[in-house]
């Protein structure tokens, strides 16, 4: 079965600099979410999306911003980075509000 | 907003013992919780989950149980392979998000 497709899947880059994460949900799930999981942590909510508009947002910090495409895939912008957003970065799936389905992550490293 | 606590954060079985993770939650409007299971370098896999309206769930060797009244549910995992070992993260549904509890490292001793 297809699941959720998280690109590039390793990203480095220097302090100040900008990043930008993809996720391609489930065919036919309309919700995407991101989440943010440091070392030893558990996921912490980012932000969501539902048919292309945003449904909720967690603690996400405002140099960091996302959107849903009319084709439901979904990126998470990054910029003025730091090294504590050094971070594995998980986007989840779900066909409304149902079971989300995790990607594999993009492990975002700060130098 | 909702609060998940999970214990015990380390656990180690032998195989084919039995093993069980608790998770108690602080909003009694939640209705819907989740077990993810993670292992090292890979993303949470939805291992099972149960919905307010149930009490139990058992999908093979792993079962779940919800007590609305005392705000907590369970992991129970039976005849543990050490392919079980990884890290099991509990959740609850907050409107649309989920929160997760602190994790647990369970380690299945051949």
């Known amino acids: 079965a297809a699941g959720v497709i998280q690109s590039p899947r390793h990203l480095i880059k220097e302090k100040r600099e900008t990043a930008t994460l993809k996720c391609y949900p489930i065919?036919?799930?309309?919700?995407v979410y991101w989440y943010q999981q440091g070392p030893g942590q558990d996921p912490q909510f980012l932000i969501s999306f539902y048919e292309k508009m945003q449904s909720d947002k967690g603690s996400i910090p405002d140099r960091f911003s996302a959107q849903q495409f009319s084709d439901y895939h979904s990126e998470l912008n990054m910029s003025s980075l730091e090294l504590g957003d050094s971070a594995l970065y998980f986007c989840?799936?779900?066909?409304?509000?149902?079971?989300?389905?995790f990607g594999p992550g993009t492990r975002l490293t700060v130098l | 907003g909702e609060n998940v606590e999970q214990h015990p954060s380390t656990l180690s079985v032998q195989e084919g013992d039995s093993a069980v993770i608790k998770c108690t939650y602080s909003d009694s409007a939640s209705n819907y919780f989740p077990w993810y299971k993670q292992e090292l370098g890979k993303g949470p896999q939805l291992i099972i989950d149960?919905?307010?309206?149930?009490g139990e769930k058992k999908d093979q060797r792993i079962a779940v149980t919800l007590n609305k009244t005392a705000k907590h549910f369970s992991l129970h995992i039976t005849e543990t392979q050490p392919e079980d070992s990884a890290v099991y993260f509990c959740a609850a549904r907050d409107t649309d998000k989920l929160i997760f509890g602190t994790g647990t490292r369970l380690q299945v001793f051949p």
């Open positions: 989840a799936s779900s066909l409304q509000i149902n079971e989300q389905f």
């Open positions: 065919p036919r799930h309309d919700t």
């Open positions: 149960i919905r307010s309206n149930v």
